[in-house]
């Protein structure tokens, strides 16, 4: 597993990059959320669960709903001042996460959204205050992770990265940076 910063020179926003792929899973997001055949073929295949749980009746208006939000949330994720208040944008992903104080999960999507709430969520392991790791993300449909293969996939990727992380000894910024120093080598 490699890491990569996000933006140049700071430490507080990493993201995952499978070294198979061309790019770093949040890259890798904010492509496929403003790729419109990417986006039509995904609510082709998830129509029942755009339409039965969020109303949204015309895969036009999801497309165009998609990409508008992916918009607002890259602004909200890289640029600042927004980057250096991170943890107002992510939440824990879960009860059992929020009473962990170490290498949590967490979730970030645009919380302000009109029309529907945001079914755009970004997945990342959170260091400590305003440090994370971001493992990936997914248009999420349903109310549970485990409801379908792809954003179960995510909730696997976010526990790998957990597990990869403590096997590795990191359990706060300065023993992760030590850990990417040392990779990096």
């Keep these: 597993m490699k890491f990569v910063r996000t933006i140049s020179g700071y430490n507080h926003l990493w993201a995952v990059r499978d070294e198979a792929k061309d790019t770093d899973e949040l890259t890798m997001l904010f492509r496929q959320w403003s790729n419109a055949n990417y986006l039509l073929d995904f609510f082709l295949a998830n129509l029942d669960d755009l339409q039965g749980f969020f109303h949204v009746q015309k895969i036009s208006d999801a ?9 607002v949330l890259e602004r909200l994720i890289l640029d600042f001042p927004y980057t250096e208040q991170l ?27 009109e029309r529907h709430p945001s079914w755009l969520r970004i997945y990342a392991i ?10 990936g993300g997914a248009i999420k449909l349903t109310a549970a992770m485990q409801d379908r293969e792809h954003t179960q996939l995510e909730l696997d990727k976010l526990n790998a990265c957990r597990n990869y992380l403590k096997q590795n000894g990191v359990f706060d ?12 080598l």
């Design 126 to 135: 959170r260091i400590e205050p305003n440090v994370y790791i971001v493992t």
């Design 63 to 71: 497309i165009k709903d998609t990409m508008e939000d992916a918009e």
């Design 173 to 184: 910024q300065d023993s992760f940076i030590d850990f990417f120093e040392e990779d990096k």
């Design 87 to 113: 943890d107002g944008l992510f939440h824990p992903l879960s009860l059992a996460d929020d009473r962990m104080h170490e290498l949590t999960r967490e979730k970030a999507r645009n919380w302000n959204r």
